[in-house]
Nanobody, 114 residues
Framework: QVQLVESGGGLVQAGGSLRLSCTAS??????MAWYRQALGEPRELVAQ???????NYADSVKGRFTISRDNGRRTIYLQMNNLKAEDTAVYFC??????????WGQGTQVTVSP
């Protein structure tokens, strides 16, 4: 069974940076994405990258976050710069498989102190 493993979360001051990583144990994907869920809020899309390389971002992170991938390592990254307190959430990796169900990682906590 294909699994997604995230890493890179942590505590950072406002204005700081973090980089999240998500590595898949296998599979072929039409796209991968980062979502986040703040306490008491619904899960929301942060950024996505498609097999052709196109990307899409939530308005709230445009210009601050960058999603990228390393196909050889089946890994995507989320570079987060100029972090704000409102970016505090659990960040989840998502992968849409070409031949199987969508996958979710276990989540990684990002906490931004004011």
């Amino acid at each position: 069974q294909v699994q997604l493993v995230e890493s890179g979360g942590g505590l950072v001051q406002a204005g700081g940076s973090l980089r999240l990583s998500c590595t898949a144990s296998g599979g072929i994907f039409s796209g991968m994405a980062w979502y986040r869920q703040a306490l008491g809020e619904p899960r929301e899309l942060v950024a996505q990258i498609f097999s052709g390389g196109n990307t899409n971002y939530a308005d709230s992170v445009k210009g601050r976050f960058t999603i990228s991938r390393d196909n050889g390592r089946r890994t995507i990254y989320l570079q987060m710069n100029n972090l704000k307190a409102e970016d505090t959430a659990v960040y989840f990796c998502n992968a849409v498989q070409m031949f199987g169900p969508a996958l979710w990682g276990q989540g990684t906590q990002v906490t931004v102190s004011p």
